[in-house]
């Protein structure tokens, strides 16, 4: 990696490092979104306008669908993407514009689009990060009626850093990390499409950077682990990201042996081989919504145990997580017909959609079971957004009668963490989803980019809830793990197991990462930086009591 002084800088910007790493080189920024297309003149023949619409948005579709993806993740998310492209009810309300309205296919398009993602907003919550999508959809289709270039990432020959207000998923998706070095953006948050697909690829990442495309910067320093950008006047040279450091022997364990379980987050087949391919100890969340969310109907219960056969198969005889279906909110299925809720969010989710359709729950967990027997996987079931211990003893007795040996649940609200000793007795484990604990601790929908600083996994305010879990399950004999995105941040995962954590699960890119940082300090050590976090007033003042606390033990290897 090349050293020596940098140009001289213009104001350090902060703002919140969501994929830890340090790069630089000359910067690129991203253009920003299209303007609104002209209303008229209005079609001589609206029918044959019209009838662009339907091709130009499959034109979208399948361009997305064709584009590389290098990570599991990524190749999910531009597969949303192109669905959101094709969406009937979308496609409809535009020709219905042109024909009725006498708009222009392109304002037409726009328009439907804007309709959608504004009813999305209304709604509040997870359902803005479809807002991202629809949006960025609108301008794909609407370049593609034009025949003009769509905003976004233009094609790159040279290492950079990029700088832009937000990255659409489809954009973070389709990056190249051998010309990427790193990225920062004025908006997004640590649970956004964007923070998530920079892990997943290992590119450092800042988002939340206020005021970072008002200078004019050449070159720029991004700090992931900091949340710290330097902008200069002149060109960095390219400077990537250290890639030392990561080696790992595929034991989580702190450096006096202390085991600490780092193991993966699936949802696909794909993912399941990666992380067995990545040293995984085990699986600490299996998502089980891909075999729901493209469906009309609910998928049988046979169809139910191939598919989780397919992603249990590389993993016999490790430790398996399933979550049951987490449906609601941000991840609507057709089939349950839940109707309309004012802020789905804090709606009908999770867990709470079985309550009405037990027979829905009790077919999955029937499906789990058998998808375990054919493939000798260790498999756990837990559910999700359970709010109290009722909930929790509730589910753990279907889950035991159809079968599950070990029954846990995710504590994603304060009042799960705060739930006391008849949450312990109700279930085998625990497991903590920082991202909507964090989201729901501070009433900050998580991807708001403003309200970012709050959702940030090292708010003292969310550390003391886990440490409750964490005590609390250890004096009743029940293990607390994590399996949110607070998890894939190497030092944050350190001092989670200082307050008691007893296993992380993390996306693939991760597990290395986080395992060889957990092997350099004490157990002890991690404890001394936990405490110093706790004791913080900020996110930051936080970060910044851990690292000086594991300073202090210094990481010579005995």
Not at 495 to 512: M, R
Request: net charge negative; with cysteine; glycine share 10%.
């Amino acid at each position: 990696m090349a050293t020596g002084p940098l140009p001289h800088p213009s104001p350090l910007l902060r703002g919140l490092g969501v994929s830890p790493g340090t790069a630089a080189g000359p910067t690129v920024r991203i253009t920003e979104r299209a303007p609104v297309p002209a209303a008229g003149p209005a079609p001589s023949d609206p029918a044959a306008v019209a009838a662009r619409i339907g091709p130009a948005a499959e034109a979208v579709a399948r361009s997305l669908r064709e584009r590389t993806a290098g990570t599991e993740e990524a190749a999910a998310v531009l597969a949303a993407t192109a669905e959101i492209a094709t969406d009937p009810s979308l496609i409809s309300k535009a020709e219905t514009l042109v024909t009725e309205g006498r708009l222009p296919a392109e304002r037409a398009v726009h328009d439907a689009a804007e309709a959608f993602a504004e009813m999305l907003s209304a709604a509040g919550g997870l359902m803005a990060e479809r807002v991202r999508d629809v949006r960025d959809v609108r301008d794909r289709i609407v370049a593609e009626l034009s025949g003009t270039v769509p905003p976004g990432v233009p094609d790159l020959d040279r290492p950079c850093v990029l700088l832009a207000r937000d990255l659409s998923p489809a954009d973070t998706a389709d990056l190249d990390p051998s010309l990427v070095l790193a990225l920062a953006t004025e908006e997004g948050g640590p649970t956004g499409h964007t923070a998530v697909l920079a892990r997943a690829m290992g590119i450092p990442a800042v988002v939340a950077v206020r005021g970072l495309l008002e200078h004019a910067a050449p070159g720029a320093v991004v700090d992931g682990t900091s949340g710290e950008v330097a902008l200069h006047a002149e060109a960095v040279a390219a400077r990537p990201a250290a890639a030392a450091g990561v080696s790992w022997d595929g034991k989580g364990r702190t450096r006096d042996g202390r085991p600490v379980p780092v193991m993966a987050n699936v949802g696909s087949p794909a993912d399941s081989r990666a992380a067995v391919e990545g040293g995984a100890q085990g699986v600490g969340l299996f998502r089980t919504e891909f075999c729901f969310l493209d469906a009309a109907a609910e998928p049988s219960e046979a169809t139910q145990r191939e598919a989780y056969r397919s992603v249990l198969e590389p993993l016999a005889g490790l430790p398996v997580v399933v979550r049951t279906l987490d449906a609601g909110a941000d991840k609507p299925l057709p089939f349950l017909s839940m109707g309309e809720e004012p802020n789905p969010a804090l709606g009908v989710r999770g867990l709470r959609v079985a309550f009405d359709r037990p027979a829905l729950l009790e077919r999955q967990l029937s499906a789990i079971v058998g998808a375990a027997a054919d493939t000798g996987a260790r498999v756990s079931a837990m559910a999700p957004m359970v709010a109290t211990a009722e909930e929790a003893h509730w589910f753990a007795e279907r889950a035991r009668a159809a079968g599950v040996e070990r029954v846990g649940v995710m504590v994603e609200t304060p009042a799960a963490a705060l739930a006391g000793p008849a949450l312990f007795e109700a279930v085998d484990f625990v497991s903590v989803g920082t991202n909507d604990l964090a989201q729901y601790t501070f009433a900050a929908d998580r991807l708001s980019g403003a309200l970012a600083e709050l959702n940030d996994p090292w708010q003292p305010a969310l550390l003391r809830l886990v440490a409750t879990l964490a005590r609390e399950g250890g004096s009743h004999g029940v293990p607390v793990g994590v399996c949110g995105e607070a998890a894939a941040d190497p030092r944050l995962a350190g001092v989670l197991a200082g307050l008691g954590v007893s296993s992380l699960s993390v996306s693939t890119a991760a597990l290395a990462p986080v395992g060889s940082e957990l092997a350099v300090h004490t157990w002890e050590a991690y404890g001394r930086a936990a405490r110093a976090a706790l004791a913080s007033g900020s996110a930051r003042g936080a970060r910044e009591a851990a690292a000086r606390a594991l300073a202090e033990e210094g990481t010579q290897a005995p």
